[in-house]
């Protein structure tokens, strides 16, 4: 069976480092606040050429966390892609927002053209969704939001190291809410994200956010480093072991893009004379593919013939947002999100990921065709 992904292969190549690294973090006594996360921090946003930020427990506390700091109210609205995970709409109406669910482009990205109509008085910021491990087209959801004065929190979970007109994702909006999750580009084996910003103050506050509230920043505070809650605040803290596996995989995470634009090479070399429907690469963008999505109108039989043949498959995302029973209420009517509709209908993601080996590319690809193959007769 060739797995979807799977941590395996990598975690044997560096487990001796990792739990050479573990052992001596948790010997330190720290477990939460100290060195490694400090470390790491520091590192992370030296690499994405970034002023501020902190790491927090998840990417979905990222995003809550970026919509308290703006202070988001009950009733106001937000904007974002309807192609996208559900943490995006939970973070959203946890904040007690409204989310307001905009169609997609060819490439599967909110597509900007459709924005402006669903911008009303209460809307106050726009979450773009790098899907894929690709860019939003930034320049135009910028100029969008300066018109209305609204602020960008970028959806970065699934595009780190991904560029627009070669500057990095996260470097564009209010604030860039990244993910740890074990399959991410960076991933940990646990869970963790990051929230980067560009102003001090908006740092200082989701730093307090992250941690009950409390005041560890400014000096001047009366209630520095006191058990007092300056702001209603969470418990999103990325812990010592966590920060530490970071710490070592932050270093390979320029190989581990280079690898997954190799694989997804090799994909499209073999695949290009079928009719499946691959990857496109918009000319303002470098896709660091974090997944192969193609498109086929059979998608079901060929998901379940692959399956069969011993390849793994995933989904994403099988289901639109505004279609689930725990989001109708947010929802848009379907003409309004046709192809966001049509594409669920016929996406599917191939493995791809570091570790995958090339001989199991080439075998996927050869499985692929005989079975589109078959269909097509």
Request: charged fraction near 30%; aromatic fraction near 12%; charge should be positive.
């Amino acid at each position: 069976m060739i797995n979807f992904w799977s941590y395996k292969r990598e975690y044997k190549k560096i487990k001796n480092k990792i739990l050479i690294r573990i052992d001596k973090t948790i010997s330190k006594g720290n477990v939460f606040f100290g060195d490694e996360l400090n470390n790491f921090e520091k590192k992370f946003l030296k690499k994405y050429k970034s002023k501020f930020g902190v790491a927090v427990g998840s990417g979905t506390d990222a995003l809550l966390i970026s919509l308290s700091a703006l202070n988001i109210k009950r009733g106001d609205q937000i904007i974002t892609a309807a192609n996208t995970a559900i943490p995006t709409i939970s973070a959203i109406i946890n904040s007690g927002a409204v989310p307001k669910l905009v169609d997609i482009r060819d490439d599967y990205l909110i597509d900007p053209s459709k924005i402006e109509k669903q911008i009303n008085k209460k809307t106050r910021a726009i979450i773009p969704v790098h899907l894929y491990g690709q860019s939003c087209d930034m320049d135009k959801i910028i100029k969008i939001a300066k018109k209305y004065n609204l602020k960008i929190i970028e959806d970065c979970a699934q595009a780190q190291g991904a560029m627009y007109k070669n500057k990095f994702v996260g470097t564009f909006g209010d604030f860039a809410c990244f993910s740890f999750y074990p399959t991410k580009i960076l991933g940990t084996y646990g869970d963790g994200g990051f929230i980067i910003t560009k102003r001090f103050n908006d740092y200082k506050k989701i730093k307090r956010l992250r941690f009950y509230g409390i005041e560890t920043t400014d000096k001047k505070n009366k209630f520095f480093n006191k058990y007092y809650a300056n702001d209603n605040g969470f418990n999103s803290r990325l812990d010592e072991i966590q920060s530490t596996i970071l710490n070592i995989k932050l270093s390979y995470t320029d190989n581990f893009i280079k690898k997954r634009i190799n694989l997804a090479k090799i994909y499209i070399k073999n695949l290009k004379d079928t009719n499946l429907k691959l990857p496109s690469v918009n000319n303002f963008s470098k896709h660091v593919y974090h997944l192969f999505t193609v498109r086929h109108r059979q998608k079901n039989k060929i998901v379940k013939l692959l399956k069969k043949n011993g390849v793994g498959t995933r989904v994403i995302y099988p289901y639109p947002i505004n279609i689930m029973k725990a989001y109708k209420k947010f929802g848009t009517k379907e003409n309004n999100l046709k192809k966001t509709f049509s594409a669920s209908k016929e996406i599917f993601s191939l493995p791809l990921y570091p570790e995958l080996k090339i001989s199991e590319v080439n075998s996927i690809c050869k499985t692929l065709k005989k079975i589109l193959k078959l269909i097509d007769q």
